[in-house]
């Protein structure tokens, strides 16, 4: 963490300023301090430069396990990330994030909520913005910055362990707000997170995020052909399920929410945003979570994404897809 992120930083729990109390410096880096409140009195660490402003850390017991229970499952899936995702699926859904991300024209101070292993992160730094990379997931933020140093881009990135809806940052600092691959969906509190999204845009600030969504089409058409008709009935009768990952024997599950068109566009309505677009990604084909060596999609998958392209933003096609994505403006 670099002294002048003390100026962008708030306390996640009230939004006051912080103190810092600086116990150790590598370079231009503070490694490792603390960070306090005066207003709350809660207390925040630093721990190999990276400022960890998680809302577990602010004593919330009632809600604590949940965002404890997300961070476990995000450090240890933080190995597999780069593995599982590697397969066409999810490489053509990132050409289109990155293609909405390019639509919406990154300059100056940006943000990159739920950063993940920086696929985003990495790219936004090398448009030469300044980044502010943020994540629950310690792990996951380790292996952005190892991948940053890796390409030289360090000096461009400021790295934040924190949730999404709990947003640690002073109002009005950022050109650019980005949530990539469903980092709202662990948001437990998501109208406050979409709050303090269009909070800390400055004036004719954008956003681009991604999301799981609950109406999925692909997934309801392989519930039906597979006779497996249990999972729609809860789909429609929740929006609120779980992620799940396995390590060894060791079962890891994330709290997760699903969104509709309808509700993310009043969401982002409620936070001060005007200009709203959704589209779908993954309409015709589900995603997958496992390593293939090849990442261009080939046949009828080909012809199929070909046709979403063409799709992606029109009715009733932008409310079906696996995930949701979403470009809006202040």
Not at 99 to 117: A, F, M, N, Y
Not at 290 to 312: F, H, N
Request: net charge positive; hydrophobic share 35%.
């Amino acid at each position: 963490m670099r002294e002048e992120t003390l100026s962008i930083i708030a306390c996640p729990l009230c939004g006051n300023s912080l103190t810092l109390n600086v116990k150790k410096w590598w370079k231009e880096h503070i490694w490792a301090g603390m960070l306090t409140c005066e207003k709350c009195r809660n207390s925040y660490p630093i721990v190999e430069g990276i400022p960890d402003l998680n809302l577990s850390r602010a004593g919330k017991s009632l809600i604590k396990y949940k965002y404890v229970q997300v961070e476990k499952y995000y450090n240890h899936y933080a190995a597999v990330h780069d593995i599982n995702y590697h397969n066409p699926e999810l490489y053509y859904m990132r050409k289109v994030e990155n293609h909405v991300i390019s639509l919406s024209r990154p300059k100056g101070t940006v943000v990159d909520i739920g950063c993940g292993t920086g696929k985003q992160t990495l790219f936004l730094a090398s448009l030469n913005c300044k980044v502010y990379a943020v994540d629950i997931s310690r792990k996951m933020l380790l292996t952005t910055r190892r991948k940053a140093y890796s390409l030289g881009l360090q000096d461009k990135i400021e790295f934040i362990q924190a949730s999404a809806d709990y947003l640690p940052f002073q109002e009005g600092v950022f050109d650019r707000a980005y949530s990539i691959f469903g980092a709202y969906n662990h948001a437990l509190n998501f109208r406050e997170g979409f709050n303090r999204l269009g909070k800390i845009l400055k004036r004719n600030g954008e956003t681009v995020i991604s999301v799981l969504n609950q109406y999925r089409l692909t997934w309801w058409l392989y519930s039906i052909f597979t006779f497996k008709t249990t999972w729609i009935k809860k789909a429609l009768k929740s929006k609120q399920t779980y992620l799940r990952h396995r390590v060894g024997r060791k079962k890891y599950k994330a709290w997760t929410h699903l969104y509709t068109y309808d509700e993310i566009k009043q969401l982002l309505r409620d936070a001060g945003f005007r200009s709203i677009y959704v589209g779908s990604i993954l309409i015709f084909f589900k995603p997958e979570f496992k390593y293939t060596p090849q990442t261009e999609l080939k046949g009828v998958k080909y012809l199929l994404g070909k046709i979403e392209d063409k799709l992606r933003w029109l009715p009733p096609f932008n409310r079906l897809g696996t995930y949701l994505i979403v470009w809006a403006k202040k």
